[in-house]
């Protein structure tokens, strides 16, 4: 766990928890974060470094990754609220699947963010959270809205799009899925590593969203990949 940082910032500072075991994205967030006069912000990279963080005061914002290598954020999310419920807690995650989305919020979540659409200015997004708000990614959001109005006595909503992916782009998408590099997928499929970016921009068009974790979720809620 690092140690603390702001110190010497003045009182009345928005103290944050960040936990994420992918350490570019961990130093990411930190800067955009720390790189603000009014956030003071700890890092932890695992559950366990999380839980021990929490043995101190509270933090007032919690963000939080989903999959850690030592636990599911799910049970972080749960502790936290459970001692602290003042708290707001937003998942950085990078895919949407139902079963993560519908556990972080039941647990109390306030706000749900894929990693590959995070915000130009993720410090004004914790504001936001602070505020009042529900900073939430809108392929997330639709889900929620999706799963809501298909409760009985409600007409569920037609699917997003209902135009299917060919072969060659489920077996892109599912590489996407995994986490692989353009050139990896390249290699796995016996393309050209030239070609993979025009299937993926046709994945996008056709998917009706814009990055990469956005366009996983839609394909896991339309079942044309499973993981």
């Known amino acids: ?5 702001g110190e010497g910032r003045p009182d009345g500072a928005i103290s944050v928890l960040l936990v994420e075991d992918d350490a570019p994205t961990r130093w990411r967030l930190h800067d955009a974060l720390a790189g603000a006069p009014e956030f003071r912000v700890t890092t ?26 030592d636990g599911h954020g799910v049970q972080l999310i749960r ?21 993560s989305v519908i556990s972080a919020i039941m647990v109390g979540a306030t706000g749900y963010l894929l990693k590959d659409a995070f915000p130009t200015d993720i410090a004004a997004t914790v504001r936001d959270l602070v505020a009042g708000h529900s900073p939430i990614s809108a392929s997330i959001a639709r889900f929620i809205v999706r799963r809501t109005q ?78």
């Open 79 to 99: 502790e936290t609220r459970q001692r602290f419920p003042q708290t707001e807690i937003m998942v950085i995650s990078i895919l949407g699947d139902e079963e």
């Open 150 to 227: 298909g409760q009985p006595g409600r007409s569920p909503l037609p699917p997003l799009n209902t135009t299917k992916l060919t072969p060659r782009e489920i077996d892109i998408l599912w590489g996407i899925a995994k986490g692989f590099s353009y050139a990896d997928i390249a290699g796995h499929l016996g393309l050209s590593r030239q070609t993979v970016p025009g299937h993926i921009k046709s994945i996008y068009r056709k998917l009706e969203v814009n990055t990469r974790g956005e366009a996983v979720f839609e394909a896991l809620q339309q079942g044309l990949i499973r993981l």
């Open 1 to 5: 766990m690092t140690a603390l940082i």
């Open 44 to 69: 932890a990279a695992t559950l366990a470094e999380a839980r021990a963080a929490l043995n101190g005061p509270a933090p007032q914002v919690l963000l939080t990754d989903l999959q850690l290598p």
